[in-house]
């Protein structure tokens, strides 16, 4: 779980950086396709989807090297994601609308607001994955 929190406040950091990065610097073409992913998955679909929508964004930003290391970080994840989904149910519909104001204030070139809806998103998928690793019991 240590290594999990360590992980996510350095997702945060990157993710807000390219994100904010990318309002000014994306063309309107890929800000108009992120559009494709409004589409709310089913639970089987859900790790792909959400990898997909995280690293769409960090594309987006003109720095290669921060959008290597934010890769690399949301690469990680899929492993933490897959152990909390079999812990709880989820009900996606929220996570897609968050996901979809974080597209509305990309495609708005609105960094501020942008910056600060994928903070949030990230760390209340912090408090969901870390609740979720925590009930799970460990076997030696």
């Given at each position: 779980?240590?290594?999990?929190?360590?992980?996510?406040?350095?997702?945060?950091?990157?993710?807000?950086?390219?994100?904010r990065s990318a309002c000014a610097d994306a063309a309107d073409e890929e800000l108009r396709d992120l559009n494709?992913?409004?589409t709310k998955p089913g639970k089987q679909g859900f790790?792909?989807?959400?990898?997909?929508?995280?690293?769409?964004?960090?594309?987006?930003?003109?720095?290669?090297?921060?959008v290597e290391a934010a890769r690399e970080v949301i690469e990680q994840f899929d492993r933490l994601v897959v152990?909390?989904?079999?812990?709880?149910?989820?009900?996606?519909?929220?996570?897609v609308k968050e996901h979809g104001a974080?597209?509305?204030a990309l495609q708005d070139r609105n960094a501020t607001l942008a910056g600060r809806l994928v903070v949030q998103h990230v760390k209340s998928a912090?408090?969901?994955?870390?609740?979720?690793?925590?009930?799970?019991?460990?076997?030696p």
């Open positions: 779980v240590s290594d999990a929190t360590d992980l996510f406040e350095f997702r945060v950091w990157l993710e807000e950086r390219c994100v494709k992913l409004r790790v792909d989807y959400n990898r997909n929508f995280h690293l769409a964004l960090i594309e987006l930003a003109p720095n290669r090297r921060l152990m909390s989904l079999s812990a709880i149910e989820w009900d996606f519909t929220p996570l974080i597209i509305d912090k408090k969901r994955v870390l609740g979720a690793l925590s009930s799970q019991a460990v076997v």
